[in-house]
């Protein structure tokens, strides 16, 4: 008579660790009793959703915040999904918001710690290892069923209204003889691996989530595949050998997998390892334009995708930040009472999730990073705008490189001063706003076609321009420079206050605010600009007299 044990060396044969190798090769660790090992487990399917750095900065907050470890395991177990090089390019996005690993997968030729392999397809004898052992302890068994018989099986199902699936009385193979399933095996019949399940639809678990709280759950009593007939383990198997062997304290996963937990309790307690602690995190939605609140799509939000963030140059800090004030309810009235601290200090806990989701705000991470943008030094900011602009906007990048301190002074306008300006809320912003400092810019604008303000006749916009260009002088406060404005003002008859042109419009032909907007769009081509004063000053008389006789050509 066959038993269970032969039965696992046919299908194994080549397997010779145990369980017992695999606890000795890999420890429990020696860290502080309340340090968390947390992970992000992505999967190398092509892009990272924004709902995951969410998921991974949290889990990488928990885990530092405990003097723990946060590990990166690459999860490529579904071949058909996968793109290759996705991987790395997940690690180095994470990486551009601080999302930092220590240990697990860095890229395709890296890996670092001690609980590795950290990519699930090299995993495979540690898998079987464990896939093995519960063949022999009569847990887990093959299954010779066909697609078409399982898809017989769900119809029948459906027709009798019952629950789906491979469990109880349908799962046809659970007892099936030992000796037929060897004969079908050496016959080279395809089959899966199945789980046996020793639980009941009709009972209830109770389970507390770290985020969720207390909560009552349906058993398992599904046969669920562990192994496909590709030989790679199924996600539930493999969570339960990973994070068991890499000692994981704390699953935080994305709450849509809520509904496997009690597969996962199941699978713990059946193979004797103790189960880790649960953290379900919200997802991340966001409210439509119909008022509806849904799940960030790949497909319908360009903001789904991590990837567009780091196009459009959100600052890190603003972005991280914001997703703090998603991930804790209490951050912003911390971040209030304590402006000068960096937001690291600030004590994530479970407890202040949201329980229905974390609501994603573009415009609110565009107001953070505006905010957080405008108190950096000139110097600083200018650093982060070349090394963003060298990989999305060469043509920026390129003037940035050949006059640095030019561009520094261009963006010290209203900055480093007690209320600066909060011009830009992403890097992206900067180049359209301050382009026409740079000559070729400022060349290429076709100067017949100015929009001026149809109020003003060409020939007083003229005479405006002529004038300044032969009286201006730039060796003045901004005050006084401001005063020499009025004064032209008045010279042509322009109010030299918008009060007092509000009084009587008959009696001038505009006021100071219609001349400074010739002397703006003269050196400019716009309406806006940053302040005409330092645009002036950093232009230089020669520049600004060169423009405004280039401007008064064409009038
Ligand atoms: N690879 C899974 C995913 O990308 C990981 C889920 C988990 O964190 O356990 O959804």
Redesign the pocket.
């Known amino acids: 008579m066959s038993n269970y044990h032969d039965l696992a060396n046919i299908i194994f044969p080549e397997i010779k660790l145990t369980i017992e190798d695999l606890e000795r090769r890999y420890p429990k660790r020696n860290l502080p009793v309340d340090a968390k090992v947390i992970?992000?487990?992505?999967?190398p399917t092509g892009f990272l959703h924004t709902g995951?750095l969410f998921a991974s900065l949290v889990g990488c907050y928990f885990a530092h915040q405990s003097k723990g470890v946060f590990y990166i395991r690459l999860?490529d177990t579904d071949t058909k999904r996968e793109i290759v090089g996705s991987g790395e390019s997940l690690v180095e996005q994470l990486k551009a918001f601080d999302v930092i690993p220590d240990e697990g997968y860095i890229s395709e030729t890296k890996q670092i710690g001690n609980y590795g392999p950290y990519k699930q397809s090299e995993r495979s004898e540690i898998y079987n290892t464990c896939i093995k052992h519960l063949i022999e302890i009569g847990r887990a068994y093959p299954c010779f069923c066909s697609a078409e018989e399982l898809q017989a099986l769900r119809k029948e199902q459906e027709a009798n209204k019952e629950i789906p699936g491979y469990y109880g009385k349908y799962a046809k193979y659970r007892d099936y003889p030992i000796e037929d399933a060897i004969q079908k095996i050496q016959a080279g019949e395809p089959y899966i691996l199945r789980f046996k399940s020793m639980g009941n639809h009709n009972n209830k678990i109770h389970f507390h989530d770290e985020i969720k709280g207390d909560l009552e759950l349906t058993e398992n009593d599904q046969d669920i595949v562990i192994c496909k007939s590709d030989g790679l383990p199924t996600?539930h198997f493999a969570?339960l050998v990973d994070d068991h062997f890499m000692r994981t304290t704390h699953?935080t996963?994305?709450e849509e997998?809520l509904p496997s937990l009690p597969i996962h309790l199941e699978l713990f307690d059946s193979i004797g390892f103790e189960r880790p602690k649960y953290a379900h995190i919200p997802n991340v939605m966001k409210v439509d334009e119909n008022g509806n609140k849904r799940k960030l799509s790949k497909r319908k939000d360009a903001e789904a995708a991590v990837s567009y963030f780091l196009e459009q140059g959100y600052p890190k800090y603003g972005f991280i930040e914001y997703l703090l004030t998603i991930a804790n309810s209490n951050y912003e009235a911390w971040r209030d009472e304590n402006l000068d601290k960096d937001f690291k200090e600030f004590q994530l806990t479970f407890e202040k999730m949201s329980l229905d989701g974390a609501l994603f705000d573009l415009a609110k991470v565009g107001n953070i990073s505006k905010e957080r943008m405008a108190y950096k030094k000139a110097k600083d900011l200018a650093e982060e705008v070349k090394v963003w602009a060298k990989e999305y906007q060469p043509e920026f990048y390129e003037k940035i490189i050949k006059d640095e301190a030019f561009f520094i002074s261009i963006l010290n306008i209203e900055r480093e001063k007690e209320k600066p300006r909060k011009d830009y809320a992403k890097y992206s912003d900067i180049y359209p706003i301050i382009s026409f400092f740079y000559d070729e810019v400022y060349d290429a604008i076709d100067k017949n076609n100015i929009e001026w303000n149809p109020n003003i006749s060409t020939t007083d916009i003229k005479e405006v321009l002529q004038d300044y260009a032969k009286t201006m002088n730039l060796n003045l406060s901004e005050e006084e420079w401001f005063t020499s404005i009025k004064e032209l003002a008045v010279r042509h008859n322009f109010a030299d206050n918008i009060k007092l042109w509000k009084k009587d419009k008959e009696a001038y032909k505009g006021h100071v605010g219609d001349v400074s907007e010739v002397l703006r769009i003269a050196l400019s081509g716009k309406k806006n600009s940053p302040n005409l004063y330092y645009v002036m000053q950093i232009l230089g008389k020669d520049k600004v007299k060169e423009r405004i006789e280039k401007v008064i050509e064409t009038l």
């Open positions: 992970r992000f487990a992505p999967s995951s999860e996600y969570h699953v996963r994305g997998w």
